[in-house]
T-cell receptor, first 111, second 113 residues
Framework: GDSVTQMEGPVTLSEEAFLTINCTYTATGYPSLFWYVQYPGEGLQLLLKATKADDKGSNKGFEATYRKETTSFHLEKGSVQVSDSAVYFCALVNTGNQFYFGTGTSLTVIP | DAGVTQSPTHLIKTRGQQVTLRCSPKSGHDTVSWYQQALGQGPQFIFQYYEEEERQRGNFPDRFSGHQFPNYSSELNVNALLLGDSALYLC????????????FGNGTRLTVT
C-alpha cells in the first residue's frame, strides 16, 4: 500500500543553518506530494506541494522537489529561523482521496 | 475568511462512553475528512464525507461513525470509548478534487480515562 517514510528527529539547528528533512514514499501511479507544518497546539498547515515528477514546491524559503526516480520529496531551507521551530510532516495522496502522512520530524532552531 | 473550526477543543470522557466532535469546513469547501493523531505520530485517516455521504473510509472500526450536513459541516461520533482512543482528532476540509490540499482545524484533544 501507499506509505511515507520520514527522517526521524528531533533535529536541532542553530539559526541560519541549512535544513534538510528527508522523505521517501511508496505508491503506485503518480501521487501528489505535500509538506505540512504543525506548531504547538495547532492543526497542520500546508507548507508546499508538488503534483508531478520534477515539480518543485516552494513557500516561505522552503523547497522540495518531486523525484520519481528516487521516490523522494526532501524538504530544504537555506537559512532557518527560530520561528521555523515546529513539527514537519511529509504526506502523499493517490487517486483514493486518502492522505498518508509520515510520523513527523520535530525541528528546534536555537538562537 | 473563516478557516476550519472544530469544537470542543478539549474533552475528557470515561471508558465506554460515547463522544461527538464537530467541524465546520473552510468557506468554499464541500469535502470534510477526519484524522486521528496519536501523540508523536502522523495523522491517520478515519473517513471522508462528500455530498453527505461517506466517500472513503480508513482502517477504523465501526465504533467510529460520522455525518455530514447540508451546510457541509460534519460530526465524528465514537461509541464505546477505549483508552486507546485518546488522541487529537483533526478535521480537514478541501475541494472534491482527489489531490486538493487539506486545510486543517486545530483539533479536538480527547482524553479517555
Amino acid at each position: 500500500g501507499d506509505s511515507v517514510t520520514q527522517m526521524e528527529g528531533p533535529v536541532t539547528l542553530s539559526e541560519e543553518a541549512f535544513l534538510t528533512i528527508n522523505c521517501t514514499y511508496t505508491a503506485t501511479g503518480y501521487p501528489s506530494l505535500f509538506w505540512y507544518v504543525q506548531y504547538p497546539g495547532e492543526g497542520l498547515q500546508l507548507l508546499l506541494k508538488a503534483t508531478k515528477a520534477d515539480d518543485k514546491g516552494s513557500n516561505k524559503g522552503f523547497e522540495a522537489t518531486y523525484r520519481k526516480e528516487t521516490t523522494s520529496f526532501h524538504l530544504e531551507k537555506g537559512s532557518v529561523q527560530v520561528s521555523d521551530s515546529a513539527v514537519y510532516f511529509c504526506a502523499l495522496v493517490n487517486t483514493g482521496n486518502q492522505f498518508y502522512f509520515g510520523t513527523g520530524t520535530s525541528l528546534t532552531v536555537i538562537p | 475568511d473563516a478557516g476550519v473550526t472544530q469544537s470542543p477543543t478539549h474533552l475528557i470522557k470515561t471508558r465506554g462512553q460515547q463522544v461527538t466532535l464537530r467541524c465546520s469546513p473552510k468557506s468554499g469547501h464541500d469535502t470534510v475528512s477526519w484524522y486521528q493523531q496519536a501523540l508523536g505520530q502522523g495523522p491517520q485517516f478515519i473517513f471522508q464525507y462528500y455530498e453527505e455521504e461517506e466517500r472513503q473510509r480508513g482502517n477504523f472500526p465501526d465504533r467510529f461513525s460520522g455525518h455530514q450536513f447540508p451546510n457541509y459541516s460534519s460530526e465524528l461520533n465514537v461509541n464505546a470509548l477505549l483508552l486507546g482512543d485518546s488522541a487529537l482528532y483533526l478535521c480537514a476540509s478541501s475541494s472534491p478534487d482527489w489531490n486538493s490540499p487539506l486545510h486543517f482545524g486545530n483539533g479536538t484533544r480527547l482524553t479517555v480515562t
